[in-house]
């Protein structure tokens, strides 16, 4: 027979005040509020914290505090991760980040939801979706997504969108609700490199390392 937690990972409905998932949730709040509250010269000990807060993290990621997860334990997390400040990841059910995927401002991951029905709300029962972002995604300030999207790779996501639908692969999106503008194209990566090869010719000249 399946447990209360197990009924929450999987998108059921489920009730928090079972002993299970209440003693996760405050590891999780222990260890968001100990994050949140280090000297910011101690980056060390914040990576350290973070390690110990996701179920598991690649190599080289930051959080800029302040930030807030439900769990913690419930997210994954790829390389080369960075997130701004203000950042809100309510992870009842599995939040799964990939490579190189950047975050600013105020962004918030909602997998958890209510039934539409006040009746059944009423009871305390409530449910997650989980939510998946691909690799080499960057999302602009103040997006939230919502529950059981999937964000595919190399997407840009346009600040203030709210997303309730999946975006795929190579696009531009934006919007609320967030839509797809545009491709990301050949051409995109031309002018970009353009400006990388200008780039590295002004480090070269000046020498700045």
Request: net charge negative; aromatic share 10%.
């Amino acid at each position: 027979m399946e447990t209360m937690n197990e009924r929450m990972l999987a998108g059921k409905l489920y009730k928090a005040a079972d002993a299970e998932i209440r003693a996760a949730s405050k590891r999780g709040s222990d260890l968001v509020w100990e994050f949140n509250h280090i000297p910011p010269q101690e980056s060390a000990k914040c990576l350290a914290v973070l390690k110990d807060l996701f179920a598991s993290v690649g190599k080289h990621y930051y959080i800029e505090p302040p930030f807030y997860a439900d769990y913690g334990s419930h997210t994954t997390i790829g390389e080369d991760f960075y997130a701004n400040t203000g950042c809100v990841f309510l992870d009842t059910a599995p939040i799964t980040i990939g490579q190189r995927v950047y975050m600013a401002p105020s962004i918030s991951l909602y997998t958890a939801g209510h039934p539409i029905d006040a009746a059944i709300r009423g009871e305390d029962l409530e449910y997650g979706k989980a939510i998946t972002i691909g690799n080499d995604v960057w999302i602009g300030g103040g997006t939230i997504i919502n529950p059981g999207v999937t964000v595919g790779s190399d997407v840009v996501i346009g600040s203030g969108s709210v997303v309730t639908r999946d975006i795929p692969d190579h696009v531009v999106a934006a919007g609320n609700p967030a839509r797809v503008l545009r491709s990301i194209t050949e051409k995109d990566r031309t002018v970009w490199q353009a400006q990388k090869d200008e780039f590295l010719h002004w480090q070269k000249q000046t020498g700045w390392k």
